[in-house]
Each structure stands twice: as C-alpha cells, then as structure tokens.
C-alpha cells in the first residue's frame, strides 16, 4: 500500500459553536444578535419546541429566517440538508456565511430520548408489563439507544460538515454527582450539559453563559484562541458576542475557511458476511476470488466460520475450496456446451433454431428459451438424447463422423 501524506494547510475551519447554560442566561439572544452583524450572511434558524424563535426576532438588528418544520425527525434533518446545500452555494458564490442556529440540542436528545422509549413499550414484554402495571419502569434496550445515537450521529455530521457558521444552543446547569449505581453523592455537584453525551466533543468552540457570572470560554479547538488545553483556566470574557468570538477570537476568514473533513470509519463486512456470500452456488470463481482478498485485507486469515455443511473452516480455507470447485464446474459446463454444439452440427435440424428449441421443450418437459443457458442436469439429458438420436440415425461406419 501507498503511503498517503498531505500538508497540513494551517486554515480556520467553519466554528460549530456550543454555547450553553441556565434558563434565561441569553443563548438565544445571543444567536438573535449575531444574525444582525454585517459580516455574516443569511441566518436560518431551527427551533426544537424551545418557542424563543418568534419572539427574538425582536432583537435590535436580527435578520433570520424560522425554519418551519412538522416536528419529525425526517423533515427536520431535510431541511438541515437544505440549509447546508444553501451554505455551500454561498460559499461557492464568495458570499457571507450562511448561518443555522440550532436551539437547542438539548430538546433535540429529549426526542430522541422519548423516541426510543416509545419503541421500547411496543414490545410484546414490555406491552404485557404496562398492562400489568400502567406505572412500571421501562428500561431502553441498548439496541434501541444505539438507533437513537445513529439518527443524532445524521445530524452532528450534517452541522460537522456544514459549509458556514453554526451555533448550537444547550442547557447546562450543576446536578448532583452520581456514583456508579446512580445514586447522589452527598454534598457534591457537578456541571452537566444536558444533550447527547458527545456534544461538547463534537462543538469546536464551548461557550458557557450564566445569570450571575460573565461568558466563559470552556475551550476552543483552536490555535487563535489563547486556551491550552490542560494548561489555562477557562477565560471569562464580560463584553462576549458571537461576532467577536467568531471572527476576532477565532480568526474565521470566509475566504479561506473549510469544512471540517470527517472520515467516517467504513463498516467492515463481518467473516459471516463473507461466507454466506460465498457458499450460494450463483457464486462463481472469479467472485470467490475476489472475497478471498477482501479477506486478506481484512485479516480474516485465521478466523474459523461454520462452512455449507456446518463443519469449522478457516475462511480463506473454504473460499479456496469453493473457488476451485466452482473453476472446475465451469470448465466443465464449458465442455459440455461445445459437446452440445458438437452434437448439434451432426443433425439435419441442428442450424434451425427453432426446432432445436422445440427439441429441447420435449425433452426437458418444459418451455427452453433459444439462447437459455441449460444447467448441468439439463444438459446432460439433452446430451443423452441427441447422441442417442445421432447414433440411430446415422449408417454403420460413419458414426462419429459429421453429418454431411
């Protein structure tokens, strides 16, 4: 394999901001006010049942568009995927930023939350446990939180990804600290983000606002923004906006910002993939052949799976086995087509390919189609017939001879 380098180009991404804290604490406004300033371009907001939308249009300056949604997932996330496609023209176009607020990812996990749970009571157990006790616990399986993660996963690559400026909103206020059974800890407190347990890690730049304090830059993925990682203290900032923080702190130049490229780990087929691919008979040599270096590449060489008859078989084992077993059923099926064509040609109807249709419908006691590739039993029988019809028809001394 070649190995693949490239120059690190040393330029600002687009900001996926997070920018959290209590109730009333000015996340909102906050986005109301960066749609007013001049260097960004048209603003789109998506309001996940929050209801400040409507009214923080009021801003002094704030100029964004509401996104009307129905409230399910799948429209919300097309209108996502319409606002990025709206980003990307504009950026094409050398315009201003595009902007999308979302408000807030907090009320968009509680759906998916709420989402899972509703799944989770239509199983027939938990159906007859409800019935039972109207009040019980229902406990989410881990098949259907991974669901829910995968359709938050859609939407953080969407805003990952996004051509222009996002500013996402959450709450975050201190909680009770847990122990690992999930009971509180006596007079301890910790800060919780509430959201997808991945949000700040996702955010390029955290935000926190309070009713009490100043700003608080938590951290910032950046090598402009004066936050060592381990090493400085969160920096409060009393005269923060999101303009400021953006294009001042951040140092985002619209016309050298880039998406964030995210390289999505692929889904490695599994060695059960493979062998139930390879033990259906359609599959031919050349196939199996290509599966065995789809093993290889995946270090599957010392992997044992259940061959055709149950038995344990390396895998690179049994795609050798099959892919020289099917090799020699073509050759053969090879052979006997140029024995059929043989044979064919020492007819008086061999060149009329309707008769020889005809002859094979009454043979095989089925319709044949003229170009039908016959399969091993079939031919085999038309080969039986023709060679007996050949043998019969032909005088003695001149069998195996051509007919004239």
């Known amino acids: 394999?070649?190995?693949?380098?490239?120059?690190?180009?040393?330029?600002?991404?687009?900001?996926?901001?997070?920018?959290?804290?209590?109730?009333?604490?000015?996340?909102?406004?906050?986005?109301?006010?960066?749609?007013?300033?001049?260097?960004?371009?048209?603003?789109?907001?998506?309001?996940?049942?929050?209801?400040?939308?409507?009214?923080?249009?009021?801003?002094?300056?704030?100029?964004?568009?509401?996104?009307d949604h129905n409230g399910s997932w799948g429209d919300i996330l097309q209108q996502v995927e319409e606002v990025k496609a709206e980003a990307g023209r504009a950026a094409q176009a050398g315009g201003p930023p595009v902007v999308l607020v979302i408000d807030s990812m907090s009320i968009e996990w509680e759906l998916l939350k709420d989402w899972a749970t509703q799944r989770a009571k239509g199983s027939k157990s938990n159906k007859e446990k409800l019935r039972r006790d109207p009040a019980a616990e229902i406990k989410v399986p881990m098949n259907l939180w991974n669901d829910a993660t995968a359709r938050h996963r859609r939407?953080?690559?969407?805003?990952?990804?996004?051509?222009?400026?996002?500013?996402?909103?959450?709450?975050?206020?201190?909680?009770?600290?847990?122990?690992?059974?999930?009971?509180?800890?006596?007079?301890?407190?910790?800060?919780?983000?509430?959201?997808?347990?991945t949000l700040a890690f996702d955010a390029s730049v955290?935000?926190?606002?309070?009713?009490?304090?100043?700003?608080?830059?938590?951290?910032?993925?950046?090598?402009?923004?004066?936050?060592?990682?381990?090493?400085?203290?969160?920096?409060?900032?009393?005269?923060?906006?999101?303009?400021?923080?953006?294009?001042?702190?951040?140092?985002?130049?619209?016309?050298?910002?880039?998406?964030?490229?995210i390289v999505e780990p692929?889904?490695?087929?599994?060695?059960?993939?493979?062998?139930?691919?390879?033990?259906?008979?359609?599959?031919?040599?050349?196939?199996?052949?290509?599966?065995?270096?789809?093993?290889?590449?995946?270090?599957?060489?010392?992997?044992?799976v259940p061959n055709e008859q149950g038995q344990e078989e390396l895998l690179p084992s049994l795609l050798r086995r099959l892919g020289t077993a099917r090799a020699a059923m073509k050759t053969g099926g090879q052979q006997r087509q140029a024995r059929l064509e043989s044979l064919w040609a020492q007819t008086d109807f061999g060149n009329d390919a309707d008769a020889r249709t005809q002859w094979m419908t009454e043979i095989l006691g089925r319709p044949v189609a003229a170009d039908e590739q016959l399969d091993d039993t079939d031919a085999e029988k038309v080969i039986t017939r023709l060679d007996a019809y050949i043998r019969k028809n032909t005088p003695p001394g001149e069998q195996g001879r051509p007919a004239a």
């Open 1 to 67: 394999m070649t190995l693949k380098t490239r120059k690190p180009s040393g330029a600002v991404p687009w900001p996926l901001i997070l920018i959290e804290g209590g109730e009333k604490s000015g996340k909102s406004w906050s986005c109301a006010e960066l749609s007013g300033s001049g260097k960004v371009g048209q603003t789109y907001w998506i309001d996940f049942t929050e209801d400040g939308a409507d009214e923080y249009g009021a801003v002094l300056g704030a100029r964004y568009l509401v996104i």
């Open 155 to 197: 939407l953080m690559t969407h805003l990952m990804t996004f051509p222009g400026i996002v500013v996402m909103t959450a709450r975050g206020k201190e909680v009770a600290s847990l122990d690992d059974n999930g009971r509180p800890i006596e007079n301890s407190k910790e800060y919780k983000v509430e959201g997808n347990k």
């Open 206 to 261: 955290w935000v926190r606002l309070s009713r009490d304090t100043p700003p608080v830059i938590v951290g910032a993925r950046s090598v402009h923004a004066g936050i060592r990682p381990g090493r400085d203290d969160p920096k409060p900032v009393p005269d923060f906006n999101l303009e400021w923080l953006i294009f001042d702190v951040l140092k985002c130049d619209p016309r050298k910002a880039h998406t964030r490229r």
């Open 266 to 304: 692929k889904a490695e087929r599994l060695p059960e993939h493979l062998r139930d691919e390879a033990i259906q008979p359609t599959t031919g040599p050349d196939r199996l052949r290509e599966l065995w270096e789809e093993a290889k590449q995946l270090d599957y060489g010392s992997v044992i």
